[in-house]
């Protein structure tokens, strides 16, 4: 495409800008500060750490103070911030069969091993406006919370055995071992298809939620073969490790922190193994945060990536290209840039069209002449 400097509007850039921060702060009675964000806005904080691909909740929680709450435009800081960081370590393998949970669910199982715990969530709740919350003050909030005391230590939060497991003991599911070698990453290598199964993870992890919301159900509606039952979905913290960075045997490894995730383990129907037994298939889900919807899309797109078909969904290259929030919102977006030269081009190439046919121009076009040369 042919595109054009903006010449000329450097002070106009400028007061651009500045109005952005006018309409941010005008007719406020209160600026929101970064972890009043982090705190109260925590489902869109998580969901901006996942689509930014950086978990780092004050951050994110910047980003979006920033971009005045769109989420695509954090999403794009938190990447451009990311970029300029170093890179010293690969963590092994998270474990979130591990991780000290705050809510843990299953749909295929009424009974499982520590019983249901629902944790935080909306989904129990009518989906009615709150009129209260036009009001809140801090007195109240401070009774609530006197009140519904939450402060559990760490070493009490419990954690529990993996549905999938108790499957994979009865030779339901077939059994994989997790090997700790390099992943492919696409921050730093070129994408090419068919893509390794790492890269498959590792965009679909840092996918746009509702982007991939819509192309799961669309599967899940009849254009894929994917409609399956959430075996576990978790929500808690892991913990993070690194190979010891000194010497070592390669075994020792050192404690780092740990991350809240949401993980989702779909079970999918069966097929027959090498062994001629029947197995249910897994879809697997896993994002920073606690962002639910999009586990369970990951976990449908993931399964869907692994079987062959002709539907959009089983499409890696149309799933892969298409569920990334800063590579859709600026290829959108750059359409606001100037177009000058190619849509002159088109004009030329109209009027040469119309001359040649022996058509005389009409009085719309005759009006553009006067923007349409330089």
């Known amino acids: 495409m042919g595109y054009v400097a903006v010449t000329g509007g450097t002070q106009a850039i400028e007061y651009a800008a500045k109005l952005v921060q006018t309409y941010r702060l005008k007719h406020v009675r209160h600026v929101l500060q970064t972890d009043e964000i982090k705190n109260q806005m925590r489902l869109l904080v998580d969901r901006i750490m996942g689509e930014g691909g950086l978990y780092a909740p004050e951050y994110a929680?910047?980003?979006?103070?920033?971009?005045?709450?769109?989420?695509?435009?954090?999403?794009?800081?938190?990447?451009?911030?990311?970029s300029t960081l170093p890179r010293n370590h690969y963590s092994l393998t998270v474990e979130p069969r591990e991780m000290r949970v705050i809510r843990r669910i299953s749909s295929a199982f009424k009974d499982i091993p520590g019983g249901q715990f629902l944790g935080p969530t909306y989904d129990y709740t009518y989906r009615l406006l709150n009129f209260n919350l036009c009001d809140d003050a801090p007195q109240p909030v401070q009774q609530f919370l006197n009140e519904f005391n939450l402060e559990v230590p760490g070493e009490e939060v419990p954690t529990f055995e993996k549905v999938t497991d108790l499957l994979r003991s009865q030779g339901l599911l077939p059994r994989v071992p997790a090997r700790e070698t390099e992943p492919f990453d696409v921050t730093r290598e070129k994408l090419a298809f068919p893509a390794p199964r790492s890269a498959r993870l590792q965009i679909l992890a840092r996918g746009e939620t509702g982007a991939m919301t819509a192309l799961a159900y669309s599967s899940m509606?009849?254009?894929?073969?994917?409609?399956?039952?959430v075996g576990e979905l978790r929500v808690g913290y892991a913990a993070v490790h690194i190979p010891y960075p000194v010497g070592g045997d390669g075994e020792e490894s050192v404690y780092v922190g740990e991350v809240m995730l949401t993980e989702a383990e779909t079970i999918n129907s069966f097929t027959q193994n090498d062994r001629e037994n029947v197995e249910f298939v897994l879809g697997y889900g896993l994002t920073f945060g606690q962002n639910e919807v999009k586990a369970i899309a990951m976990a449908i797109l993931e399964r869907s990536l692994e079987t062959a078909g002709r539907a959009p969904t089983q499409d890696e290259e149309f799933v892969l290209l298409h569920i990334d929030s800063v590579e859709a919102h600026g290829f959108v977006s750059h359409l606001k840039l100037p177009h000058y030269i190619t849509f002159q081009s088109m004009l030329d190439r109209i009027r040469q069209t119309r001359e040649t046919a022996g058509e005389k121009s009409g009085t719309a076009l005759d009006r553009t002449s006067a923007f349409s040369h330089s």
Do not use: I, M, N
């Open 61 to 82: 929680a910047l980003a979006l103070k920033q971009s005045e709450g769109d989420p695509a435009e954090a999403a794009f800081l938190l990447r451009a911030y990311r």
């Open 221 to 229: 509606r009849g254009y894929g073969v994917v409609h399956p039952t």
